[in-house]
């Protein structure tokens, strides 16, 4: 199987939805001509051309305005965001217009709309270049957040994403862009909302989406090898719609829970896993649900501060560690 990175996965998800369905098109700052700022969309203006990969202005709220038009009227737009911190510029579209429209509608007018880019910390870009916004953005019906964790994950959720007639939002971790996993040649799609145990274990769950975790895979490793703990780690894949049923079904099999979440603690996506696992799963649980965040404060400009700020495997191994 070929072992490709998260960014050419990316590629060749948008590739084969441009050559599938001629309505996919993408419009972004420098998607185009200088082939993405992080060249997710290489070479695609060189093949598609100017009417289905379009380079805008640095106008976030006009071409995701845009976009929403464009999909009420059966295209099927993918906006790349240089980062996903310049959404909060466009929220009105995107959530007013976007996101209401179906149900504003009655369920008349389908919304088919992709909004991706990366989102984080970790790359040393300072406050205004770090947010995490699934939180924000999963907690307005209407909308589908996803945020792939590796290659195969990247690929198979953009294509399902690209054919979705919803609005869905891919998350993508920037230092995730370089990283290699196996990825088939043959096309398959991922379902939104469908969560993926990444790793069998018996005494304590890792839930985690996004790159925590690959923290959380790090995590397990040091716990099974100087702590004899073997953590079971579930990636949630899909924020909303979420695959509680996975989630559960993992901590009434171990009776522990760890969410590690690259959000700031208050109302993150960890948040709303506690408490839904203190809803459903309370009789389960031997020990109380912890998480380990990103320190909540902005993101640090300084490179070895930052990384103190993000999770990593020795905070979440100290917090496992805890309950054990």
Avoid at 31 to 48: D, I, M, P, S
Avoid at 149 to 176: Q, S
Avoid at 261 to 271: H, L, Y
């Amino acid at each position: 199987m070929p072992v490709i990175t998260y960014r050419k996965a990316l590629n060749d998800a948008l590739a084969e939805e441009l050559a599938r369905d001629e309505n996919v098109f993408i419009i972004g700052e420098e998607v185009a001509h200088y082939n993405g700022a992080y060249k997710v969309t290489e070479g695609l203006w060189q093949r598609f051309g100017d009417k289905r990969v379009l380079d805008t202005p640095i106008t976030e709220a006009a071409f995701i305005g845009l976009s929403a038009g464009a999909s009420m009227l059966g295209l099927r737009p993918v906006v790349e965001l240089m980062f996903w911190s310049f959404a909060y510029v466009a929220y009105d579209q995107i959530v007013n217009n976007a996101g209401c429209i179906r149900y504003m509608s009655g369920g008349q007018i389908n919304l088919p709309l992709v909004i991706r880019g990366p989102a984080n910390g970790g790359t040393n870009v300072g406050a205004t270049h770090s947010h995490t916004p699934e939180s924000i953005l999963a907690n307005n019906p209407g909308v589908k957040v996803v945020c792939p964790a590796t290659a195969y994950d990247a690929k198979g959720l953009m294509k399902t994403a690209i054919r979705d007639n919803d609005p869905v939002f891919v998350m993508e971790n920037t230092l995730l862009y370089g990283e290699t996993w196996e990825v088939p040649d043959e096309e398959y799609l991922i379902p939104l909302g469908v969560a993926d145990v990444k790793r069998e274990g018996a005494d304590v769950s890792l839930i985690a989406h996004g790159r925590a975790v690959i923290t959380s895979l790090q995590a397990a490793e040091i716990l099974a090898h100087e702590h004899n703990i073997h953590a079971e780690v579930v990636d949630l894949r899909s924020i909303r719609p979420l695959d509680e049923e996975t989630l559960l079904r993992s901590v009434r099999k171990t009776h522990r829970a760890v969410l590690v979440d690259e959000n700031k603690p208050f109302c993150a996506v960890s948040a709303q896993i506690a408490a839904t696992i203190q809803e459903k799963a309370f009789d389960d649980l031997d020990a109380p649900v912890l998480r380990v965040c990103t320190l909540d404060a902005p993101a640090i400009y300084s490179p070895p501060l930052e990384k103190l700020q993000l999770p990593t495997p020795e905070r979440v191994v100290e917090k496992v560690l805890s309950i054990a």
